[in-house]
């Protein structure tokens, strides 16, 4: 009995309550998506309209959307974009963002896109917690 | 395009990442909102003290 609970925690299923793992992927790849799931309506919403929001003032200052990485600033600006998830996919499909950066402006949108996406993640985290128990 | 002054960036940079930072790091509606402008007044705040340091320091 024990031994079928523990594998079905090793396997990331919950045999009462779905796939544990679904707010978190799901949070990721929609900004308060996650929230959303369980319920949390107002928190979701909140999340959702902060990291929409400030992804797209970054792109409306003309910030970059980093696309390859040539040094370990720009691995790091690429990893905190894909933080936003699918918001960051759609972005790259429809050609959004600047290529270069040549206005202190679009230097703030570059950095208000790579923040909402590492905002995006702590809010991702933050459904986890709660779909666990670890959070109230 | 939109080009908000520095001052007007950091406003809006700091009431976006408060508001992800009070909902995620506190439990209750009451303690979400104080943290929340905590982390605001603390992002404004440290903007403003650090922009007259390095004003002072250039002149």
Redesign the interface.
């Given at each position: 009995m024990a031994a079928t609970e523990d594998k079905n925690i090793a396997a990331g299923q919950s045999s009462d309550q779905g796939f544990v793992y679904l707010p978190l992927i799901a949070g990721w790849l929609v900004p308060g998506a996650g929230h959303f799931l369980l319920r949390k309506w107002g928190r979701g919403a909140l999340l959702a309209g902060s990291i929409l929001s400030m992804f797209a003032m970054g792109l409306a200052m003309q910030g970059k959307l980093y696309a390859n990485a040539h040094d370990i600033l720009d691995m790091l600006g690429f990893a905190g974009d894909l933080g936003s998830g699918l918001l960051y996919v759609v972005g790259r499909a429809m050609g959004l963002g600047a290529e270069n950066v040549q206005l202190t402006t679009a230097d703030y949108g570059t950095r208000f896109i790579v923040v909402a996406g590492l905002l995006n993640i702590i809010a991702a985290v933050d459904a986890h917690n709660l779909r666990t128990g670890r959070k109230a | 395009?939109?080009?908000?002054s520095?001052f007007a960036?950091v406003l809006?940079?700091a009431?976006?990442?408060s508001?992800?930072?009070g909902?995620?790091q506190r439990?209750t509606p009451n303690r979400m909102f104080r943290y929340g402008a905590y982390c605001f007044i603390l992002f404004v705040g440290s903007a403003i003290v650090l922009s007259w340091v390095m004003y002072a320091i250039a002149r």
């Open positions: - | 395009m939109f080009s908000p520095h960036s809006l940079f009431l976006f990442a508001v992800v930072f909902i995620t439990e």
